[in-house]
């Protein structure tokens, strides 16, 4: 069966790449389960030789994925907290916010980003799909409506007289099935004279930097500027600004305006990101060919080092229960023999076990017990972060262990 690129309707016939199998990144496993069959879904992407959309077919439907049990919360990274602070201070005064106006979150989560409107006096609205980061949003003091978004829903709180001054999206646009529905119904809540700004990881640095770890079943799309663009433009959208920031291995921050909004100026910088993109070859099918050859290298590095340092009787922990952790280890077959244990922050991951993997989660204090010889951080993109809050491991000879783009040991 041929799928249709989830933009353009273009018949999809050139894979991206193929990861085999593998279950959803986020289904982390209480014990009771370890006894149960797994389900696995398919892992290929395809692009769309018209618009250049990466993507995967909806093996597993978003509403299962995101639902009461969903296991991540965005504040338990120390570093993405201090840059929604910073994004909050920025475009306060660049759209001049007030208590006059309203901030819509798409995907809020647990009010990660809308507290800190929420402490200026600025009216909020989170809308996000999943009941127990809601849940904790709303102890925050942030009105939250646990609902998917879509132009059904925005027609309604239209309706109701919502209208946003400002929109926000942090990684949520990769997240939708029908990306077109979606965008869709941000133009039709955002007021003439707002804004939207989205955040989303850049298909030019997942290529570049052999991310392939960030491909999993979450992740509908894989987008590059030339592309958002072109989305955004058939809802009567324009994109007038742009920065590439480094959270997430690299990402990309549109702004978008109503197409008729002349306040807004258009940026030099929208027509420089589309000349690099352009210069890299991100419009022609020739640029997307190769990529599985990048992520066998990552996978033959990995488990060659790890093999070695097992044979020497070395132990191996891992940092990180991060989705993109699990997308890595299930392609490369990696289990418990391989590496004893995965120490995350969040309380809602410790006591599970990894999909596919089994490998245990635990609290950090597991590392001083155990010792292991090496951790390997799977959110690559919080090395700093983690390997400042964990460099006690030196104490005992402990290493750290960083697969991709390329791997690193020191």
């Not at 209208?163 to 990684?171: E, P, R, S, Y």
């Not at 979606?182 to 004279?193: D, I």
Request: some cysteine; glycine content about 6%; hydrophobic content about 40%.
């Amino acid at each position: 069966m041929i799928m249709n690129c989830r933009h353009c309707e273009t018949p999809l016939k050139q894979a991206f790449i193929d990861l085999v199998n593998s279950p959803a990144s986020n289904s982390f496993l209480k014990p009771n389960q370890l006894e149960e069959p797994e389900t696995f879904y398919p892992l290929r992407l395809f692009v769309c030789d018209n618009c250049y959309l990466v993507q995967i077919e909806e093996y597993k439907k978003a509403t299962d994925i995101f639902d009461a049990d969903y296991a991540y919360f965005s504040s338990f990274s120390k570093s993405w907290l201090a840059h929604a602070k910073a994004y909050t201070a920025m475009i306060t005064p660049k759209l001049t916010l007030d208590s006059a106006s309203l901030v819509v979150e798409i995907a809020s989560n647990d009010g990660y980003l809308l507290q800190y409107f929420k402490e200026k006096n600025i009216p909020v609205l989170g809308i996000e799909p999943t009941a127990n980061t809601a849940e904790v949003a709303v102890g925050k003091g942030i009105d939250t409506l646990v609902a998917y978004f879509g132009s059904a829903l925005a027609q309604e709180l239209v309706g109701k007289g919502t209208k946003a001054d400002l929109i926000i999206g942090n990684n949520v646009l990769a997240h939708v099935p029908d990306i077109n529905d979606f965008v869709k119904g941000m133009a039709t809540l955002l007021k003439p004279g707002g804004v939207i700004t989205m955040e989303f990881p850049h298909l030019l640095q997942l290529v570049e930097q052999s991310q392939f770890d960030t491909i999993y079943h979450e992740h509908f799309s894989y987008i590059s500027f030339y592309t958002v663009k072109q989305i955004f433009e058939k809802q009567g959208l324009t994109l007038f600004d742009v920065e590439e920031v480094p959270t997430h291995g690299g990402s990309l921050r549109i702004y978008a305006k109503h197409t008729d909004n002349v306040a807004q100026l258009v940026s030099a910088r929208t027509e420089a990101l589309l000349t690099k993109e352009v210069t890299a070859g991100m419009n022609s099918l020739a640029y997307y060919q190769g990529f599985q050859e990048k992520a066998n290298r990552v996978k033959y590095d990995l488990l060659t080092f790890i093999l070695e340092q097992k044979k020497a009787g070395k132990r191996i922990a891992a940092y990180g229960a991060a989705a993109k952790g699990n997308t890595l280890l299930n392609y490369c077959g990696i289990k418990q023999d391989m590496i004893d244990f995965i120490v995350d922050a969040s309380t809602y991951k410790q006591g599970r076990f990894a999909p596919a993997s089994h490998i245990p989660i635990v609290a950090e204090e597991e590392l001083r017990k155990q010792k292991p010889d090496f951790v390997v951080i799977l959110p690559w993109n919080l090395e700093t972060e983690i390997t400042q809050q964990i460099a006690y491991i030196r104490e005992w000879g402990g290493k750290f262990v960083i697969p991709i783009p390329t791997l690193k040991v020191y």
